[in-house]
C-alpha cells in the first residue's frame, strides 16, 4: 500500500502502533476453559465451567486461554507510537524491538501512516472503512465467521484450524452445551468449538459424542450395551435416561443409573407390578409368574386389581393382582357368588358344580338366587343358588309350585302324594278356591288341594259336587264318599228334600245325600219307605220280613220295626257290591257283626245279621274283599273250633272255641268283642249254618 494507509477495521479511528497479520486472518477469539474431576467422572458440563485467567495476563473476552492453539493474540499496549503496541503469534514475526513491521503477506495485511504523520481522514481525504476480512471473529461476548464474500455465514458449518464450529441463524458460533444441528446432537464448548467423547452430568445421566468420518461428533442415540448392562441414549436429549420411558411406542424402565431393567418390577404407588421382557419392554396381557398369572394392563402396562372384563370375559384379580381360579368367589357388597374356573374365567349360563346345577348371568357373572325367569322359563335357585327341583311353598301366601328336574317351573295338574294341585300357567303358582279350567269348574281349597266330593257354599247353603276328576258334576246322579248326590241341570247344584226325578221320588237329607230306608215325616204319625235304590216305595211292600201299606204319596201310618243304623248301613253298603254267586258276606269290625245277604248288586236283602268277634289290635281282622275258598269241619291243638269258612290263609270263619272235641263245653264263648287271633268268631249254629249254606267264590267283604 502507498501514499495513504486505509482505516484498520478493528478500531475504528484506533490508530495502531502495529498490526502483525498471520499468514491467513488475524483471530481474535475467546477459549473456554473447563474443568475436569476424576478420569471416571468425565468432562463436566459446560454451565458448570469457570474460566480461568491466564498467568501473567489479563483477562478480556479476547483472551486465548494457557495454549493458543494456532491462534493469534492481541494484546492491546499503551502509547501511540510505532512500535508502542505489540502482536506476537505462533504464526507471526514480530519485530523484537517494535518497530511495528511484522512480515505480511501484502499491503492489506499493514496500516499505513501518512508522511506527514497523519492518517487517513485526518486530513479529509479517503474516510472509506476497510472490509472485513474472511475468517473467525471474536469481540467480545461475539464469535462470526466472516466468508469470502465478507459477510457472516450463517446456518452452516466451519472448520477453523482444525476445530469444529456452527453458526446458527444470527450468525454467531453455537456454543455452551448440547445443541441440536441439522436434526443431531453436539457438544460445543463455550468457546464454540465442537467437542467429542464421554460426559458425565450433574444428574448423573450420560452422553457419548462420537467422531465420525466426516470429523463432527454427534451424540450416540439409541440402545447400547456396556458390561451387560443397558442404556438408552435419548434422541432429544443425548443424556442417558432414567425411571419410566416411552421408546417407538413401548414402554421401557431405567434405573437411577440409567440401567435398563428386565424382569418383574413392583411400583411403589400403588403396588401393582409390571413385567419387562429380556428386550427392556413392558408386556401387556396375561404373564405368569410362578403358581400366579396376572393380567397386565395394554395401556398402562400394570397389573390390574379386582374385577376386569377382558375379551369378553370377566376375571378376578386379588389386591396383588394375582388371577383367582378358586372357584367359588362371594362378593362382599352383596353376597352374591361368582365361579371361577382353572382358567380365571368366570362361569356363565348354565353350569354343574359338585353335582348342583347353577345359573350364572351373562352380564353380571353372579350366581342366581331366588326367582328367575331363563329363556321364558321360571326357575328358582336356593340362599346357595343352587337350583331347586320338586315342590315349592312359597312363604307369601303358602302356595306351591312345582320345578321338574331340568328346573322349570311347570303349570297344570300336578299330583303331591293323594292331593292334586293346578299350577296357574301366568304364575306357576297353585290356584286356591274355583277355578275354570278348559271349561271346566274345580275347587281348590285353602291350601291349593284340589277338592272331590260335596261343597257347600257358604253364600247360600247350597252343594256342589266335585267328581273324582276334580271336575264339578253339572248334571245328574253322581256317588261321592258313599253317598249319592242328584245335580239340577239348571243350578248345577245338589237337590234337597224329596225330588221326582224320572217316574220316581228320592228324598235327599240336609247334606244332600240321597235316603235310604225308612223316612218319619215331621209333624204327623206318617212314614215312606226308599229301598237301596232311593226309589220311595208304594202299594204293599213286605220289608225285612214285615208287610206294609203305602198310600198315594208313599206313606204308610204303620210304625215299622225300626232296623239299628248300623244294620242299615250294612244294607245300604251291601248294594254297591256284585258276586260270583247269589251269596254276599259283610263283617262290620267296629258294630262287630256279620250281615249274609242274598239277591244281586243293587237288591241285595239281609237274610242273617249275627253278633260276632274279631281280631284283637296286636292281631287285626284283615280287610278288603275276599271270596270263599275253602271249608273244614274243625281245628285246634288243645281246643277245638267247629265249622269254620276260609276267608284268606289262615283267616276264617268259625265257632267259639271248646275243649278239644267238645260242642258243649265252652273254652271261650264270648262274642261282641276284639279277641281273636284274626279269625271271625260266631254261635257254633251260625258257623254251622254258614258252612252248610255259604256257596264257595261268595264274595266277602269286610270294613
Not at 87 to 97: N, P, Q
Not at 153 to 178: C, E, L, M, P, S
Not at 333 to 353: E, N, R
Request: aromatic share 14%.
Amino acid at each position: 500500500m502507498t501514499g495513504k494507509s486505509k482505516k484498520g477495521w478493528l478500531s475504528g479511528k484506533l490508530k495502531l502502533g502495529a498490526i502483525v497479520a498471520t499468514a491467513s486472518v488475524a483471530t481474535v477469539m475467546l477459549l473456554g476453559v473447563y474443568a475436569f474431576g476424576e478420569p471416571d467422572a468425565g468432562i463436566l458440563p459446560v454451565s458448570d465451567v469457570q474460566q480461568e485467567e491466564a498467568e501473567g495476563q489479563e483477562t478480556t473476552p479476547a483472551t486465548l486461554g494457557e495454549e493458543n492453539d494456532g491462534l493469534t493474540t492481541v494484546v492491546e499496549g499503551e502509547g501511540d507510537g510505532v512500535g508502542a503496541d505489540s502482536v506476537s503469534g505462533d504464526g507471526s514475526d514480530a519485530d523484537a524491538d517494535g518497530e511495528g513491521v511484522g512480515a505480511g503477506d501484502g499491503d492489506a495485511d499493514v496500516v499505513d501512516e501518512n508522511t506527514d504523520g497523519t492518517t487517513d481522514g485526518e486530513d479529509g481525504k479517503d474516510d472509506t472503512p476497510e472490509a472485513p476480512q474472511p475468517g473467525l471473529k471474536v469481540e467480545g461476548s461475539s464469535i462470526t465467521f466472516i466468508g469470502d464474500d465478507g459477510a457472516a455465514i450463517a446456518n452452516a458449518w466451519q472448520k477453523v484450524d482444525g476445530k469444529w464450529y456452527y453458526f446458527g441463524a444470527n450468525t454467531q458460533a453455537v456454543r455452551n452445551g448440547i445443541q441440536k444441528v441439522d436434526g443431531k446432537l453436539y457438544l460445543f464448548g463455550a468457546n464454540g468449538q465442537m467437542e467429542s467423547g464421554a460426559r458425565t452430568w450433574s444428574d448423573g445421566s450420560q452422553s457419548e459424542f462420537v467422531p465420525q468420518s466426516d470429523g463432527k461428533a454427534p451424540a450416540f442415540t439409541g440402545f447400547k450395551t456396556v458390561s451387560g448392562k443397558t442404556y438408552y441414549y435419548s434422541p432429544d436429549t443425548g443424556k442417558t435416561v432414567k425411571w419410566v420411558c416411552w421408546i417407538d411406542g413401548k414402554m421401557y424402565y431405567f434405573n437411577g443409573n440409567g440401567q435398563m431393567h428386565t424382569g418383574w418390577l413392583t411400583w411403589n404407588d400403588d403396588g401393582s407390578r409390571s413385567f419387562f421382557g429380556g428386550d427392556g419392554q413392558a408386556q401387556s396381557g396375561f404373564v405368569k409368574q410362578g403358581n400366579s398369572t396376572y393380567y397386565l394392563d395394554p395401556l398402562s402396562y400394570r397389573s390390574v386389581k379386582w374385577g376386569k372384563a377382558i375379551n369378553g370375559a370377566f376375571y378376578y384379580f386379588n389386591g396383588k393382582g394375582q388371577m383367582y381360579t378358586g372357584g367359588w368367589l362371594t362378593w362382599n357388597h352383596d353376597g352374591s357368588k361368582s365361579y371361577f374356573g382353572p382358567d380365571g374365567k368366570a362361569l356363565t349360563g348354565w353350569q354343574t358344580i359338585g353335582g348342583k346345577k347353577y345359573y350364572f348371568d351373562l352380564s353380571t357373572f353372579k350366581a342366581y338366587k331366588w326367582v328367575h325367569i331363563i329363556d321364558g322359563d321360571l326357575y328358582y335357585f336356593n340362599g346357595n343358588c343352587q337350583m331347586h327341583t320338586g315342590w315349592l311353598t312359597w312363604n307369601d301366601d303358602k302356595s306351591k309350585s312345582f320345578f321338574d328336574q331340568s328346573g322349570r317351573a311347570v303349570s297344570g295338574f300336578q299330583k303331591l302324594g293323594s292331593s292334586t294341585y293346578y299350577l296357574d300357567p301366568s304364575t306357576k303358582r297353585s290356584a286356591k278356591w274355583v277355578r275354570v279350567i278348559n271349561g271346566n269348574q274345580y275347587y281348590f281349597n285353602g291350601n291349593g288341594q284340589m277338592v272331590t266330593g260335596p261343597v257347600t257354599w257358604k253364600a247360600d247353603g247350597t252343594v256342589s259336587v266335585f267328581a273324582s276328576d276334580g271336575k264339578m258334576v253339572k248334571s245328574g246322579w253322581v256317588t261321592s264318599g258313599g253317598h249319592k248326590y242328584y245335580i239340577d241341570s239348571k243350578t248345577q247344584r245338589a237337590v234337597k228334600w224329596q225330588q221326582k226325578i224320572g217316574d220316581n221320588y228320592y228324598y235327599f237329607n240336609g247334606k244332600c245325600r240321597m235316603h235310604t230306608g225308612w223316612l218319619k215325616w215331621n209333624g204327623v204319625n206318617e212314614w215312606s219307605y226308599f229301598d237301596s235304590n232311593g226309589r220311595r216305595l208304594g202299594g204293599t211292600q213286605k220289608i225285612n220280613g214285615y208287610t206294609y201299606k203305602f198310600d198315594s204319596n208313599g206313606r204308610t201310618k204303620t210304625k215299622p220295626v225300626t232296623i239299628p243304623v248300623a244294620q242299615q248301613r250294612m244294607i245300604d253298603k251291601a248294594q254297591q257290591f256284585s258276586s260270583d254267586t247269589s251269596w254276599l258276606i259283610l263283617v262290620d269290625r267296629d258294630t262287630r257283626h256279620v250281615g249274609i245277604f242274598r239277591g244281586s248288586k243293587g237288591n241285595w236283602r239281609l237274610d242273617k245279621y249275627w253278633l260276632c268277634c274279631v281280631g284283637k289290635p296286636t292281631s287285626p281282622t284283615i280287610t278288603g274283599t275276599y271270596k270263599v275258598s275253602g271249608k273244614g269241619l274243625s281245628f285246634g291243638n288243645g281246643y277245638t273250633c267247629w265249622y269254620y269258612t276260609q276267608i284268606k290263609g289262615n283267616y276264617l270263619f268259625h265257632s267259639v272255641s271248646y275243649l278239644p272235641g267238645s260242642k258243649t263245653k265252652l273254652l271261650d264263648g264270648r262274642l261282641g268283642i276284639a279277641n281273636s287271633a284274626g279269625c271271625v268268631r260266631l254261635e257254633i249254629s251260625n258257623a254251622k249254618w254258614m258252612y252248610d249254606n255259604v256257596p264257595y267264590r261268595s264274595k266277602i267283604y269286610i270294613y
